[in-house]
């Protein structure tokens, strides 16, 4: 996968970049991750990406010219998803990641100052994505999370080829609890059944766990699953003892 990202502050994204799965996920070459400042795209001698609104108004706006051409150059004939990060796009899903993990090509847009020119969305932009209801300065760190969220998905990435098939969100449901060595801390115990040995236990009480986090947590997911008897079942029995 190659993903492309124009900001107008691209050492934001060395260390993220640099670090952890997403440095380890270029150097296996299931990435190329790329960063440009938008300014080396602008025809001004200045290097001025943006400009006053029409009509008047707070702010400054970016200017369609240097992201078309940004976008036209990094693109060289493909046709790539073009992703502008913005509050008032589609809210970001673990389902959204998987859809954008089985693309090649990825260019994502990190705007700052009051917007963008409107032609960049209508005639540019493929997707407009948001990582939840709040207004942030610039797109870089919404662009992290979803290049970060996106790549490890990516196959050979992780450790482990299913890691993320159990994540929460991944199946409809909040993940189950984790626990580790030592089997009793200060008192405190691991369950007994994740000492068991019985596969079959383990998976059974995981499965409930996820369901009763769901259910306590998150429970508009579950009306957006189709449940089985057994699990409709287990929510009736937490419902009761709520």
């Known amino acids: ?36 400042d938008i300014r080396e795209y602008s025809d001004n ?36 998803r073009i992703i502008l990060m913005c509050p008032q796009g589609e809210r970001f899903t673990q389902k959204k990641a998987e859809e954008l993990s089985k693309e090649q090509d990825l ?27 709040f207004v942030l300065t610039g797109g870089e760190l919404p662009a992290m999370t979803v290049i970060d969220a996106v790549v490890r998905l990516l ?13 929460s969100f991944s199946t409809g449901l909040l993940e189950h609890p984790h626990y580790t060595r030592p089997a009793e801390f200060r008192g405190m115990k691991v369950p007994d059944v994740l000492l068991s040995g019985n596969h079959a236990k383990i998976d059974k009480w995981r499965e409930e766990q996820s ?5 306590e947590r998150r429970p508009d997911l579950l009306e957006e699953m189709q449940l089985t008897p057994e699990q409709i079942s287990y929510i009736e029995k937490l419902k009761n003892e709520k």
Do not use: W
């Open 1 to 36: 996968m190659n993903i492309h990202v124009l900001s107008l502050f691209p050492d934001m994204f060395t260390g993220v970049f640099g670090s952890s799965i997403l440095k380890k996920a270029q150097e296996k070459e299931a990435v190329s991750l790329t960063v440009s």
């Open 45 to 80: 001698k200045h290097k001025q990406v943006d400009d006053y609104p029409y009509g008047g108004g707070a702010g400054m706006v970016l200017k369609p010219e240097p992201m078309f051409q940004a976008v036209e150059t990094i693109a060289e004939g493909r046709q790539p």
């Open 107 to 133: 260019v994502f847009l990190c705007g700052h100052y009051e917007g963008y020119d409107e032609r960049i969305r209508q005639y540019l932009v493929t997707d407009e994505i948001s990582i939840g209801d």
């Open 155 to 167: 196959p050979g990435v992780l450790g482990q080829e299913d890691s993320h098939i159990h994540d």
């Open 211 to 215: 369901l009763k986090r769901t259910f």
